[in-house]
């Protein structure tokens, strides 16, 4: 099994500003996955973030709003950016369990976001 | 687009009640589909999956099949636990290694 780290768990941030996410995994990974949770609602998928390349982001989502870095295969960070009351979200960081076939992730806890 | 459709909830059960989450799902191809569970103060994990029709996945008692006529993975348990409290979540993966997620569903078992 894989261990992922996510920080910060929650924060509450003001309007306009910007925060990053950091997720460690303890083992190297090809792809890693950020995934964002709104209040009662399903996790959508923000990007898929590869070592040595951009991220590729899901239809409504943007860089410019959502940078990633991904400088090796334990670490990658999810910044947003100028938010808004409606970025408050939990913001989840997954990888996928290698060599098991497609689909089985392992997920950080998440880092709970509010934004006043 | 792919979609995955969950009761909602709260359920809220006895203990020893059997259990039934509901789960459809609309995809393209022949998807793989799971169920996750997040229990309080913890990160998402893999239940159980399925990877083609008629395929059943089980795990600690619990249990779902792939109905591809139905398009439905419902989740199943025959005497639930107060430790079976938790969100559940159904999903699907076409392909892309990246995860489709209903709405979740939050179970609660009282004893």
């Known amino acids: 099994s894989a261990v992922i780290s996510q920080k910060p768990s929650r924060d509450i941030c003001q309007r306009g500003t910007s925060l990053t996410i950091q997720c460690q995994v303890d083992?190297?990974?090809?792809?890693m996955f950020w995934y964002r949770q709104q209040p009662g609602q399903s996790l959508t998928l923000i990007a898929t973030?590869?070592?040595?390349?951009?991220?590729?982001?899901e239809s409504g989502f943007v860089i410019d709003k959502f940078p990633i870095s991904r400088p090796n295969l334990t670490f990658s960070t999810l910044t947003v950016s100028n938010m808004s009351p409606e970025d408050s979200s939990i913001y989840l960081c997954?990888?996928?369990?290698?060599?098991?076939?497609?689909?089985?992730?392992?997920f950080g806890e998440g880092s709970r976001l509010t934004v006043l | 687009g792919d979609s995955v459709t969950q009761m909602e909830g709260p359920v809220t059960l006895s203990e020893e009640a059997f259990l039934t989450i509901n789960c459809t799902y609309t995809?393209?191809?022949?998807?793989?589909l799971f169920w996750y569970v997040q229990y309080p103060g913890e990160g998402l994990q893999l239940l159980l999956k399925?990877?083609?029709?008629?395929d059943k996945g089980s795990n600690k008692g619990f249990e779902a099949t792939y109905r591809k006529e139905t398009t439905s993975f419902h989740l199943e348990k025959g005497s639930v636990q107060v430790s079976d409290s938790a969100v559940y979540f159904c999903?699907?993966?076409?392909?892309?290694?990246?995860?489709?997620f209903g709405s979740g569903t939050r179970l609660q078992v009282q004893p």
């Open positions: 399925a990877t083609k029709a008629d």
């Open positions: 083992s190297q990974v090809t792809m």
């Open positions: 999903a699907l993966d076409t392909g892309r290694r990246a995860l489709t």
């Open positions: 973030a590869n070592q040595g390349s951009e991220a590729t982001y």
């Open positions: 997954s990888v996928e369990r290698q060599g098991l076939g497609t689909g089985e992730l392992f």
């Open positions: 995809a393209t191809g022949y998807p793989s």
